[in-house]
């Protein structure tokens, strides 16, 4: 049987504010990291195609 899961913690004042400005400015990733992601999606996708379940 699986453990219940925690409530998340709530941010209060700093803590808070540098997590809304974190997300509201992501860091980008390089491009050579998107392409090897994209080659790896591709290649799961092209096999994934023609699978069936019984």
Do not use: C, H
């Amino acid at each position: 049987m699986a453990r219940p899961i925690k409530p998340t913690p709530i941010l209060y004042g700093k803590d808070a504010i540098r997590f809304e400005e974190k997300m509201k400015t992501p860091n980008p990733l390089p491009k050579e990291e998107v392409e090897e992601m994209n080659k790896a999606y591709e290649l799961f996708k092209s096999r994934a195609v023609n699978f069936k379940l019984p």
